[in-house]
């Protein structure tokens, strides 16, 4: 490697871990390295460094969250949530499912991974309380939830990762990216659920072995009231019909007209081929018309953070790629064994510095990466792209990631500190194991 490309990736890895220990956005560095790197190093001008500006994917983004702004000032999101959860509630057995359907349901129409658990864990994690549903179970549905929908064709995630494939050159099915993050989330989900089943299941008989035959016969044999003893309060057996609703609110006509906007943006983007910025957009604009005295709250809702984090890291990203780095860096690693091999080290590496860092950073990163390697044929193209983003999301269950932050702070007081250990726990599990299962299943 010649001295350029090392300080090129040098500053890659910098960035790196600047933005992981330090609060700064990603992609502010992102564009520091683009200039710097450029202009010192690889002595591009300004106009050339600033041709490889990801413009296609800062309208995706801006236009996505402006349309979820919108409907969300208008109630329309609310509507949505209320009318699932409605379908779920009433069985206390099955509100972590609802509330995993929802967070689901919310990302696959473009709401960020983020504000679909901020949006639900403050109602959910109390209802699990008082229900005798375990919060690490409630929290980790939500949160793998939200990942289910997260690559869904209107997500940005979904077209951000389509983007970077077929730039890429590469094969691409939004449909298949999709299926596989769905599935995969859902999965995870049920071991969750199965596992805590079978260790309440245990508890119960090695409590129960435990009484006097006087406290066996006189203190209450009943399943549920077991599990509420040993995991929430005495009446959780039905504490569910006072934190579910039992009638989910009307939609006035705004809110039906805004569902109306989003199945038809839906059929546009997907059975149309629509650029989803423009789209999301217009249908933005629309919506926002009615009414106007919020434009500037919906403005101001745009995850302006996101398009920084995006564009600063894409920019650079491409700036590398345009000088051949990527592509030597890729061939590098092939030289480490077979293409399976490789593919499996791509996906400990996304998972493992996903839990800290940014995923959508690592995405714009290790997509380009893995192009080389997908272009020999020895591994499935959509396979391995699949691989990459379910492994970078998937272990955002972290306490340090903003979803588990979220879930933390939303959780009773005296369970907090309980609550991070297991996340930590939970979250190391995930890394390990997760990266290895997809790989054996999708490359």
Known sequence: MTSAVII???VLVAIFVIATIFEINIGILGFIGAFGVGTLVLQQSEKQILEHFPASIVLTIVGVTYFFAVARRNGTVEVIVARLLSWFGHRTALLPWAFF???AGLTSIGTFSPAAVALLAPAAMPAARRAGINPLVMGVLIINGAHAGGFSP????GVLVG?????????????FLFAASFVANLVISMIVVLVDLLVRRRRVVEQV????PATATTGGSSRAGSVATLEGPADSGNAHTDDAPAVAPRANRIQKFTLLVLAVMVVSVVALNAPIGFVALAAGALLGGFDLSNQ????????WSTVLLVAGMMT??????SEGIIGQLSNAALSVGSPALVALLLCAVMAITSAFASSTALLTALVPLAAPLLATGGVSSMGMISALSVSATVVDVSPFSTNGALIIASADTALRQKLYRQLLGYAALVVIFAPIALWAVLV
């Open 8 to 10: 090129a990736l040098a």
């Open 101 to 103: 359907l929802t967070a």
């Open 154 to 157: 209107l997500s940005v995630s």
């Open 163 to 175: 983007n970077l494939a077929v730039k890429q050159g590469l094969q691409f099915s939004a449909l």
């Open 209 to 212: 072995s435990t009484r006097t």
């Open 296 to 303: 500037r709250a919906c403005i101001a809702d745009i995850s």
């Open 316 to 321: 650079y990203i491409a700036l590398l790629e």
